[in-house]
């Protein structure tokens, strides 16, 4: 049974940094795709950061870019985000999640990072980004 669970959250003031950690089990990170994503009040959950276990690519959604990176750790079977140059505009509950693939082919058109992609989540944690 995959389970993830993530860890990290808080409250941080503008500009300020986080490191949410995603710890998993039934699964080896390393092995598959692990995405992050995010839903702020009243909005959809969309993806920000995904890495491709085919290849090791990493997809960032343009909020995000340049600000944020993901990482992990193979003997620790996790995976993180890191979370600099934190905006208002971050604040959401964020999700990491397995069980699909970065990138999809439907319908005739690739998607990326799409949360309906992906079938193993974690509870979600909060980031609230205010002064």
């Known amino acids: 049974q995959v389970q993830l669970v993530e860890s990290g959250g808080g409250s941080v003031q503008p500009g300020g940094s986080l490191r949410l950690s995603c710890a998993a089990s039934g699964l080896s990170v390393g092995a598959h795709d692990i995405g992050w994503f995010r839903q702020a009040p009243g909005s959809e959950r969309e993806g920000i950061a995904c890495r491709s276990s085919g290849d090791g690519t990493e997809y960032y959604a343009d909020s995000v870019k340049g600000r944020f990176t993901f990482s992990e750790d193979n003997a620790e079977n996790a995976a993180y985000l890191q979370m600099r140059s934190l905006k208002p505009d971050d604040t959401a509950v964020y999700y990491c999640?397995?069980?699909?693939?970065?990138?999809?082919?439907?319908?005739?058109?690739?998607?990326?990072?799409?949360?309906?992609?992906?079938?193993?989540w974690g509870q979600g944690i909060q980031v609230t980004v205010s002064s």
């Open positions: 999640a397995t069980g699909g693939f970065c990138r999809t082919f439907y319908d005739g058109t690739w998607g990326l990072m799409r949360p309906v992609d992906f079938g193993s």
